[in-house]
């Protein structure tokens, strides 16, 4: 992972600057003020302590949380972030916005968030395997964790040997539960993950960013002509989302000009290659004195500053301020982290004429395929592994038959491509891709069909919240 870019406000304001969003999307609806309450407070905020035996003999005692924002739906589903930046508004925020974000993409689940306040530099392998495990166990003893209860996953700091260790200290506490490998998503293969989810959330901002400017109508209020071929970006992170939704971006015809990093910036007007600057990283501990680029800064926000037409902030909230919203020359701002955009500072740029894609429906790629793997857990079987062959089969007699009638012939490589079936990957990946594209078309509609809405964030949560407010009035309020 990506160290953070330290432009943020270290007060406590990130749940309140979600709760501002929420209110501002809130009069656009007709729902009970008390429902409105409701769906905007968090349900359960676990707070807990546990202490840790270091490997010099050093007792520590390590703070962190699990927080459950809504209940609509069951189970909760959330990320595990690992920094010690860690704290109870931050985990607050990202639980609330996974509610948002699960409603707007149609993923039935609630939201919730966890974080453990430590920096995983400071730890080995054996010690972080330590915290991982016992921090599972704190949440089993408060029944916090489990397949139909809640459902972490990866984020900051975090990956798949993390989500590997959760779901090894949950099967060893709950023997013979059919389900168990469903308790956790974002596990490696070996472990019933499932193919395409480590780079699903970067796939899920390419995807939404192609769909944004797909609308001719949209893009001629902004000055930019339609479809993401050439469209110039700027990319802050290379970690999981950043660097995957690079590489799609650039497989759609995008050029990526501009690459911040914790410890600089990059800047070519021709493009960059983001496997090209990992690699001169890997070799020389900086993306700086890259030989690909024309420019380069120190201060990675100055490379958020340069001329773009799409920025995509990849790294922490509370990246785009007031303090440096008017000199961001993007006209698109595609949220890549969650909430990298202060109020303040949203508001200022959609006021000149700017568009921002919500965090909340742009990442939303992560929460859809571990919808998938937890779906594929609970049915114990792969996707595709029942009918891949049959459709095959079917494929091929449906071209012999063709090539029979017509007395033509394929030649070999257009009958593999007729013939195949989906693998795993293809269908993780299309039903990502019908996701993003469905859910941008029910956001960009709310924001169409209401003259008085101004934003996109606006509008996925007026489409969130009713979604949600239908689900607690359909549940009732009992007793």
């Known amino acids: 992972m990506a160290n953070p870019i330290a432009l943020s406000d270290s007060a406590p304001h990130f749940f309140k600057d979600i709760c501002e969003f929420f209110d501002q999307a809130a009069q656009f609806t007709k729902h009970d003020a008390g429902l409105l309450n409701q769906i ?101 003893k408060k029944n916090f964790i489990g397949p139909g209860i809640d459902v972490p996953a990866p984020d900051y700091g975090t990956g798949e040997r993390e989500m590997s260790w959760i779901a090894d200290t949950y099967i060893t506490m709950n023997p013979g539960q059919l389900d168990a490998l469903g308790c956790v998503t974002g596990k490696p293969l070996s472990l019933d993950g499932i193919a395409g989810r480590k780079g699903a959330t970067g796939r899920g901002v390419a995807i939404a960013i192609r769909e944004c400017v797909s609308f001719a109508e949209d893009m001629k209020a902004l000055g930019l002509t339609p479809g993401i071929k050439g469209k110039k970006i700027i990319v802050q992170g290379l970690g999981n989302v950043g660097y995957f939704s690079s590489k799609v971006l650039m497989e759609f015809g995008a050029i990526i000009v501009g690459v911040c990093e914790y410890d600089g910036a990059l800047y070519n007007e021709d493009g960059l290659d983001p496997d090209e600057i990992l690699e001169h990283r890997k070799n020389t501990g900086s993306i700086l004195g890259f030989p690909g680029a024309k420019a380069e800064f120190k201060s990675s926000a100055e490379g958020l500053e340069q001329p773009c037409d799409i920025l ?37 740029f959609i006021k000149n004429g700017g568009l921002i894609i919500p965090d909340m429906y742009c990442n939303a790629g992560g929460v859809t395929v571990s919808y998938f793997e937890w779906l594929k857990n609970l049915s114990h079987i792969a996707f595709g592994r029942m009918d891949r062959r049959y459709t095959e089969t079917a494929n091929l007699n449906i ?72 689900a607690y009035q359909n549940m009732g309020i009992w007793p």
């Open 399 to 470: 071209v012999n038959m063709v090539e029979a009638v017509t007395g033509g012939s394929l030649t070999e490589a257009q009958r593999k491509i007729i013939v195949k079936g989906p693998s795993e990957a293809e269908l993780v990946n299309s039903g990502l891709e019908d996701t993003m594209i469905r859910s941008y078309h029910e956001i960009r509609e709310v924001f169409v069909s209401n003259p008085d809405i101004k934003s996109l964030r606006t509008s996925a949560l007026v489409s969130s919240i009713d979604k949600i407010a239908v």
């Open 312 to 348: 995509i902030p990849a790294a922490l909230e509370n990246q785009v301020t007031e303090a440096n919203i008017q000199r961001i020359q993007a006209k698109i701002i595609a949220e890549g982290a969650n909430g990298p955009t202060t109020p303040g500072a949203a508001a200022a």
């Open 40 to 140: 905007k407070a968090c349900n359960s905020v676990y707070r807990f302590q546990f202490p840790v035996r270091r490997e010099s003999g050093k007792i520590e005692v390590v703070d962190a949380w699990r927080v459950q924002h809504s209940h609509h739906k069951s189970p909760t589903k959330g990320g595990i972030r690992y920094s010690d930046m860690v704290n109870e508004d931050e985990v607050m925020a990202l639980a609330a916005l996974m509610s948002y974000k699960c409603a707007v993409v149609n993923v039935p689940f609630g939201g919730a968030k966890g974080g453990i306040k430590i920096n995983t530099k400071d730890y080995t392998v054996g010690e972080l395997e330590n915290i991982t495990r016992r921090y599972t166990v704190e949440l089993i």
